[in-house]
């Protein structure tokens, strides 16, 4: 994918992010957002649009700009929220399974195209961005549960539900870091070697 792409990629899925949760916040009385705690999730599911931006100017603002990356960390939020707009989580019983497992392909799979621009080894950031993964699936698990506690009874969060929720998430980031490791680790080294300035970006 061209760099051109991947920006375009990355435009259509803020942009979609950002309508998604403006529907929740706009009509909190749908059904499909009945309990879920919508109003409290939406400033948390904003955060990723700046997490890659921050993480890379911190870094040093190296170019070429990690456009997919940031795309891919985004995309679980998009991804979730749209499963409530669409009402696909009361209509199909194996949305949440589903999206547990491919959100953390799409997420850790993001992480570790970002560790391909650093020196670690392939082993190295398999092993990491899958760690990576399991911390953020416990800490989800985590604040859902205080949700539920806080209030909300939509989420209905059981036994089962939570480690069926462990179980996706992990094996979803191992799947994601090997992807990425597979496809994208040797065209984003060859990226960074390339023609592309690898000055940093100066924040004015």
């Known amino acids: 994918m061209s760099i051109a792409s991947e920006k375009r990629v990355l435009l259509a899925v803020r942009v979609a992010l950002v309508v998604a949760i403006a529907i929740t916040v706009v009509f909190p009385n749908w059904e499909q957002f009945a309990g879920k705690g919508m109003a409290f999730r939406a400033p948390f599911y904003l955060l990723p649009l700046v997490i890659v931006p921050f993480v890379w100017r911190r870094l040093g603002g190296h170019q070429p ?62 092993t990491l961005g899958w760690g990576l993964g399991g911390l953020a699936i416990i800490w989800w698990e985590v604040a859902e549960f205080l949700v539920q506690k806080a209030g909300t009874a939509g989420l209905s969060l059981t036994y089962e539900d939570t ?42």
Do not use: C
Not at 88 to 98: A, G, K, S
Not at 166 to 191: D, P, Y
């Open 163 to 204: 480690v069926g929720d462990l179980v996706m998430s992990n094996v979803g980031g191992a799947v994601g870091a090997a992807l990425a490791i597979k496809f994208g680790w040797q065209r984003t080294k060859e990226r960074q070697a390339s023609g592309y300035s690898q000055e940093p970006v100066r924040a004015a």
């Open 65 to 126: 700009y990690p456009y997919l990356v940031d795309a891919l960390v985004i995309s679980p939020f998009l991804l979730d929220t749209l499963g409530n707009v669409l009402n696909f989580y009361n209509n199909y019983e194996r949305t949440d399974d589903v999206l547990h497992f491919f959100n953390w392909v799409l997420l850790i799979g993001g992480v570790t195209l970002g560790l391909a621009r650093t020196n670690i080894g392939k082993l190295n950031a398999w």
